[in-house]
């Protein structure tokens, strides 16, 4: 019986573990989607009434033309006359209006054109004991030392700042997103961050 439990259990899990990764993916394009034809919808219907398109198609050329001006704006700003343009209007008007910069930010990490917040994983003497902490380098400064971030499990979007010597901060070859699962699961799956140190010394 136990056994019959524990096969029900593994494949429901499985079947979830692969159904909502899915479902969630979906859901978030269907909500972008949603969202970009209602902002365009006063555009779709100018052109449903006047070429007689269906709305799915009138959606369609109008995401189209969208497309097109960021290329165009985006060919515009790279000439030297369009980033003094943008500059002025960015320095001018939009960086006073609130959540400007923090919005940009982030659309530029999420589209890899800003080098990303954590260069490295790190364990780290952040009382320059025997203490090892997981942690991400953020900043390496001139003089060696580092600047470093020690999230919190299993949260780790909320966390310390240290600004570390050199000699207490030890460079470990694991990605971030590998030690970003072992913050979540407070701890679990350290090992390769303390054998990849181990490897070092």
């Given at each position: 019986m136990k056994k019959l439990k524990s096969f029900i259990f593994t494949a429901l899990?499985?079947?979830?573990?692969?159904?909502?990764?899915?479902?969630?993916?979906?859901?978030?394009?269907?909500?972008?989607?949603?969202?970009?034809?209602?902002?365009i919808q006063p555009f779709t219907n100018i052109i449903v009434v006047k070429a007689e398109f269906k709305e799915i198609v009138a959606d369609i050329i109008v995401i189209a033309i969208?497309?097109?001006?960021?290329?165009?704006?985006?060919?515009?700003?790279?000439?030297?006359?369009?980033?003094?343009?943008?500059?002025?209007?960015?320095?001018?008007?939009?960086?006073?209006?609130?959540?400007y910069t923090l919005i940009k930010e982030t659309i530029l990490q999420i589209l890899g054109n800003k080098k990303a917040p954590f260069s490295a994983v790190a364990l780290a003497n952040i009382y320059a004991n025997d203490v090892l902490a997981t942690c991400f380098i953020t900043d390496e400064?001139?003089?060696g030392s580092y600047t470093v971030f020690v999230p919190t499990g299993?949260?780790?979007?909320?966390?310390?700042i240290f600004h570390l010597k050199p000699e207490h901060v030890h460079i470990?070859?694991?990605s971030v997103?590998?030690?970003?699962r072992s913050i979540i699961s407070c701890g679990a799956g350290s090992t390769m961050l303390l054998e990849s140190l181990g490897e070092k010394i």
């Open positions: 899990l499985g079947g979830l573990t692969v159904i909502l990764p899915v479902a969630i993916l979906i859901g978030v394009f269907t909500w972008i989607f949603n969202f970009v034809t209602n902002l969208i497309i097109t001006l960021c290329f165009v704006i985006g060919i515009f700003v790279r000439t030297r006359f369009g980033k003094c343009i943008y500059a002025l209007v960015e320095n001018n008007l939009l960086k006073i209006a609130p959540g400064h001139a003089d299993p949260n780790p979007t909320s966390g310390n470990v070859d694991v997103e590998d030690a970003m």
